[in-house]
T-cell receptor, first 113, second 115 residues
Framework: KQEVTQIPAALSVPEGENLVLNCSFTDSAIYNLQWFRQDPGKGLTSLLLIQSSQREQTSGRLNASLDKSSGRSTLYIAASQPGDSATYLCALRGGGSQGNLIFGKGTKLSVKP | DAGVIQSPRHEVTEMGQEVTLRCKPISGHDYLFWYRQTMMRGLELLIYFNNNVPIDDSGMPEDRFSAKMPNASFSTLKIQPSEPRDSAVYFC?????????????FGEGSWLTVV
């Protein structure tokens, strides 16, 4: 059974710092991996999606990497800003394009001005 | 598009009452998902539909929970009778197979409190 772990559960950094959020998974047979952002009282917003054949995806200050062999993904945030404060969740889809997403419990990020 | 629309956004109800949560997926999407989020268990898939047909309901906790999708633009999740342990945020999500790498889009959730 696929298990997704995100450590740490919470992280606090000063504004301007570069940071890395971690996601690990137990079964490398994944279809794709997706990083989401969740603001308090809101739904989830998709940030980046990496197909199993890809190694990384970039969007603005965000870069997500995928290493299936080691069962790890990272989300790199450059030059963090207070507006980046949110909970970040990673989710894996297995079983092909119609498989379901399995979520980690997220890392709550706080960027202090 | 307005995105995935859920109602009500917040609901407080007494134990034993029936609760109905509603969802309007993004127009044209062929998959609809119901998730539940709690502090303890995180996000869990309850059930999902493909072209209005339930495909996997193995995540539905017990018979008190039921979900329907009578047409492509509407789905309901019903809890009857509700219990305090059902208190959670219930998310509806939708996607179109093959679009944007199969990206899934979430609604803003229905915050349920059962007292």
């Amino acid at each position: 059974k696929q298990e997704v772990t995100q450590i740490p559960a919470a992280l606090s950094v000063p504004e301007g710092e570069n940071l890395v959020l971690n996601c690990s998974f137990t079964d490398s047979a994944i279809y794709n991996l997706q990083w989401f952002r969740q603001d308090p009282g809101k739904g989830l917003t998709s940030l980046l999606l990496i197909q199993s054949s890809q190694r990384e995806q970039t969007s603005g200050r965000l870069n997500a990497s995928l290493d299936k062999s080691s069962g790890r993904s990272t989300l790199y945030i450059a030059a963090s800003q207070p507006g980046d404060s949110a909970t970040y969740l990673c989710a894996l889809r297995g079983g092909g394009s119609q498989g379901n997403l399995i979520f980690g419990k997220g890392t709550k990020l706080s960027v202090k001005p | 598009d307005a995105g995935v629309i859920q109602s009500p956004r917040h609901e407080v109800t007494e134990m034993g009452q029936e609760v109905t949560l509603r969802c309007k997926p993004i127009s044209g999407h062929d998959y609809l998902f119901w998730y539940r989020q709690t502090m303890m268990r995180g996000l869990e898939l309850l059930i999902y539909f493909n072209n209005n047909v339930p495909i996997d309901d193995s995540g539905m906790p017990e018979d008190r929970f039921s979900a329907k999708m009578p047409n492509a633009s509407f789905s309901t999740l019903k809890i009857q009778p509700s219990e305090p342990r059902d208190s959670a945020v219930y998310f509806c999500a939708s996607r179109l197979l093959g679009e944007a790498g199969n990206t899934i889009y979430f609604g803003e959730g229905s915050w349920l409190t059962v007292v």
